[in-house]
């Protein structure tokens, strides 16, 4: 009997596997029904170990604890189970070393088990789902339990119910329960995921890269966008199907935590739904907060987006694009691509933007600039100090882009005490003038691709009948599109950040500086400075040399929560219960900070709009003109 029940355990794994690729075959074909989408699978698949054990286990090892239980849980269960499907070969099943080894696997295994149980009792965080998570470490306790069992039945020569029926009992209901958390179930990341990691739309972020650019629409394509789920690649199908529900995107959410229409989790999950032809009711995690009701149902060919269907349009337009739900996410979804292009369709094929976004496209559209101001005004900010423009056919060794920002007053300053320091420096620079045009960030954002591409080429054009050496901007949102993006069409410039030229000009002795005494200064990571082009340490090596003393509020670096400005945010009506900026701010006073500093005239707007008493808010560029030693 005891020999036996050791062939029949390893003719379950047999069968466990059988079963499992059939519980497959379902997802495959309705990924599908997808885009198709060039990847190389032999080459992604060889990938997916490192991928794993790299790059998803840095993510997952953030919360403390998780990276534990998935360790035991995740690396017992497989190597216990992978082992037991090896006694099919009998000279194993006569080696006590390995079942010795079997049952060490099978009993790590139902310590991560325990683990697992423990995370969703006796109460459930808001940020995990429930229903079928609450039944899964029942079904792996039963499976592992079981292989203990048997493992320790076989290394002392015992058989009987205890250590041979009751084992494979165990091993038979916890077996079905994994293949029901595979085929129904959240255990469908066990092999979306892997399908996901290996065919991922940026396979450039792996290893520690970074892949943040939109990328280019076809505009003459028939459908533009994503309006039904089958509109998504094959490969983005099965991304939403790889979504575990750990709620770290939501943790992370800036527009959740001000009670914005948006949830990450929720969106990626009612995709996945609606891809599955499921309803809104068997999602059990955290909704978007305040989203108006709608139908909760949805098919492959069913519009996403409405109130008949699994989405409400003001989740769309919540999204700040900064890129916080894609820095934690473990399974590394896409979700502001996904944003994207759902927005692209709504915007391009519908025409159905919020009305601030809308007015702020037609400006774009009729004059290069989104609220309608003469491009020769952009740099009055400017008068008095000695800028020169570089006209058509000119040379400098600095092209200077002022962005969007240069008509408020308050950047203003920001762009005087750049030039200041550039003129003490002697650098040979210049700003275009009339010349520069809207850089077309905030169309694209918005999902009006046609509006960027149109700016863009213009752009690429004006510059093209210029000679420079590189673009320097304070702008991190122009820096991503002139840097990142315009490659893609054309455009191809070194692009600098301010705080990265006046970091240079410190290094190389042409800037001095003392550092003042000041009381605590804090600084606010940009979104599209730190998370879109991992540009962290200038600013704070500027900050070093010329405060005499920095603190570091609880989120920053590429973890830094967003100041609320990105994604067409400020444009799109969006409905609050707080503000982001409000938020951050809080943060701030929490790490003890008198003084913020930024370097991004949208983080600048936004969080000198926070009601008194707050924080000071100064750019990077004020405070080194500041602390300026004249030689």
């Not at 020569?157 to 205890?162: K, N, Q, R």
């Not at 005004?377 to 920002?405: F, I, K, Q, S, Y």
Request: charged share 20%.
């Amino acid at each position: 009997m005891r020999q036996r029940s050791g062939a029949i355990a390893a003719g379950l794994v047999w069968g466990l596997g059988a079963a499992l690729a059939l519980s497959a075959v379902p997802m495959v074909r309705r990924w599908r029904k997808g885009q198709a989408k060039p990847v190389d699978m032999v080459r992604g698949l060889a990938a997916v170990p490192k991928r794993y054990l790299v790059d998803v286990h840095h993510a997952v090892e953030r919360r403390p604890g998780a990276a534990r239980m998935h360790a035991l849980v995740a690396g017992g269960t497989l190597a216990g189970t992978t082992l037991l499907a090896a006694g099919i070969v009998s000279a194993f099943r006569n080696n006590r070393f390995y079942w010795a080894s079997v049952g060490v696997f099978f009993t790590t295994a139902i310590a991560g088990t325990w683990l697992v149980r423990k995370r969703r009792s006796p109460q459930k965080p808001s940020y995990l789902s429930g229903g079928k998570f609450l039944w899964l470490p029942y079904a792996l306790g039963a499976w592992n339990v079981g292989g203990s069992l048997l493992a320790l039945g076989q290394i002392v020569g015992a058989g009987g119910v205890l250590f041979s029926a009751v084992p494979l009992f165990l091993m038979l209901v916890g077996g079905a329960g994994i293949v029901v958390q595979v085929a129904r179930g959240p255990m469908r990341h066990a092999f979306s995921g892997v399908t996901w990691l290996a065919a991922h739309s940026r396979p450039e972020r792996f290893g520690g890269g970074r892949s943040t650019e939109l990328r280019p629409l076809d505009l003459a394509a028939p459908m533009l966008g994503a309006m039904v789920p089958s509109d998504f690649g094959w490969n983005i199908l099965a991304s939403f199907d790889a979504c575990i529900e750990c709620g770290r995107c939501e943790q992370h959410c800036p527009a959740f935590a001000a009670g914005q229409r948006l949830n990450p989790k929720a969106l990626v999950q009612g995709l996945a739904l609606a891809a599955r032809g499921e309803e809104a009711s068997a999602y059990t995690g955290s909704p978007a907060p305040h989203a108006p009701p709608v139908a909760g149902k949805g098919s492959l060919s069913s519009p996403v987006i409405g109130v008949d269907g699994m989405i409400h349009p003001d989740t769309l337009w919540a999204c700040t694009t900064c890129r916080a739900c894609v820095e934690q996410c473990p399974m590394m979804i896409e979700h502001v691509d996904t944003i994207v292009d759902l927005r692209r369709a709504q915007t391009l094929m519908l025409g159905e933007v919020r009305p601030g976004a809308a007015e702020a496209l037609r400006h774009l559209r009729e004059s290069a600039e989104s609220g309608g101001r003469p491009l020769s005004a952009r740099a009055d900010g400017l008068a008095g100090e000695n800028v020169p423009v570089l006209e058509e056919g000119g040379e400098t060794d600095v092209l200077l882009w002022l962005g969007e920002g240069a008509y408020e007053l308050r950047y203003a300053r920001t762009l005087r005490a750049l030039v200041k320091l550039l003129n003490m420096t002697g650098v040979n620079f210049a700003i275009l003038g009339e010349a520069e045009l809207d850089c077309g960030d905030l169309a694209r954002r918005l999902g009006d691709e046609a509006t960027f591409q149109m700016l863009a080429g213009e752009v690429i054009d004006t510059l093209g009948r210029r000679r420079f050496k590189r673009i320097v901007t304070a702008d991190p949102h122009a820096l991503n599109v002139l840097r990142n993006e315009y490659p893609a069409l054309g455009g191809t410039w070194e692009v600098l950040h301010h705080t990265a030229l006046l970091d240079e000009l410190v290094s190389a002795g042409r800037l001095k500086l003392d550092a003042r005494t000041l009381p605590p200064v804090a600084y606010h990571d940009p979104c599209y400075l730190a998370r879109y082009n991992g540009e962290t340490d200038a600013p704070r090596r500027l900050l070093a040399a010329c405060c005499s003393q920095t603190v570091e509020m609880e989120r920053h670096g590429r973890q830094a929560m967003c100041c609320g400005g990105g994604g067409g945010n400020p444009v799109s009506d969006v409905d609050v219960v707080e503000r982001i900026p409000d938020l951050r701010m809080q943060q701030a006073a929490q790490s003890g900070a008198a003084i913020v500093a930024v370097a991004c005239p949208g983080c600048t707007a936004m969080l000198e709009g926070v009601p008194e008493p707050r924080a000071e808010v100064k750019d990077i560029a004020e405070l080194v003109l500041d602390a300026v030693v004249a030689v």
